[in-house]
């Protein structure tokens, strides 16, 4: 089994790239530092260092350990931080990321819920792609996504899903615009959109904006996309002053401003489900992870 000090000397010498000066940081000895590297390598049966007059630095297998190393020992400190936190203060603290559409509406009433069950969130606010990647490293204990279209987020094996919400997507116009005289859209009023200037997303990553450039493409239309931005708030501006059409979420599209209008989309692709990602262990996510989704449940009801 793994010391936690084996794993400590890899990443002092990765570090510092040198065992003397990992010993330093350490605050051990040099040859302490030299057993728990040796006895590592012993462990997975290769070497993980490679050392020279210059110093130390990691093979490829060194590499990877270092990297699963990194978050074995962030999971222990987190232990102790959250069982300490427990016995001494009756509270949890998990680290919390969301997406500043569900922020907005959202985090407030999840905030308020699970303070009453002791556990306080320290609350990021981040698009989707860099969400999915701090889950991965496990920098966040918990993280609020969505997907669209059956499109599959990137998430290592050991990242758990709870499906929260199935948030339909709403086709905003301008109130000018001819296509406001339809009720719905089904996939073909969608297509006579397709000279239109759009508004889409600024940061990469996201399934909604994939999945309408892959329904245009497919019948042979390239869409314009005239502005960026991640704001829903300056979408629905840009659509009330005429300068584009867009795709909103219904958790946006409770008050349009004037000189918009939404209108739903026939089509069960147009929605985006919510997710409560969390890294979780062969019995799943933690007791805490549960009673987070069901805040997050209980606060997207209390919206309508």
Request: hydrophobic share 45%.
């Amino acid at each position: 089994m793994i010391d936690l000090r084996q794993l400590l000397a890899l990443s002092a010498v990765a570090a510092e790239g040198s065992v003397a000066r990992a010993a330093t940081r350490l605050g051990w000895s040099q040859p302490t530092v030299d057993y728990h590297l040796r006895n590592l390598d012993r462990l997975v049966g290769a070497d993980l260092t490679e050392r020279s007059t210059r110093g130390s630095k990691l093979t490829t297998a060194g590499s990877l350990m270092l990297e699963r190393g990194q978050e074995i020992l962030g999971l222990a400190e987190r232990a102790l931080t959250d069982v300490r936190d427990l016995a001494q203060l009756g509270r949890i603290r998990l680290r919390f990321g969301t997406f500043p559409t569900a922020a907005a509406r959202l985090l407030p009433g999840i905030t308020s819920r699970v303070a009453e069950l002791g556990i306080e969130l320290d609350a990021t606010l981040e698009e989707l792609a860099p969400l999915v990647t701090r889950v991965n490293q496990h920098t966040l204990d918990a993280a609020l996504v969505y997907a669209a279209g059956g499109y599959r987020l990137p998430f290592r094996a050991e990242v758990h899903t709870t499906h929260l919400f199935t948030d339909p997507m709403l086709v905003a116009l301008p109130a000018s615009h001819p296509a406001a005289r339809h009720r719905t859209f089904d996939q073909e009023t969608l297509l006579s959109l397709a000279t239109d200037s759009w508004v889409m997303g600024s940061t990469p990553g996201d399934t909604l904006d994939d999945l309408v450039r892959e329904v245009f493409q497919a019948a042979g239309h390239q869409i314009d996309v005239a502005i960026r931005t991640d704001d829903y708030s300056v979408v629905l501006g840009l659509v009330a002053a005429g300068m584009a059409v867009a795709l909103v979420p219904s958790l946006v599209g409770n008050r349009p401003p004037e000189g918009v209008v939404l209108r739903p989309v026939d089509d069960p692709r147009f929605t985006r489900e919510l997710l409560l990602a969390a890294p979780a262990g062969p019995g799943g996510p933690s007791a805490a992870v549960r009673q987070l989704a069901e805040a997050v449940r209980r606060s997207i009801s209390a919206l309508g």
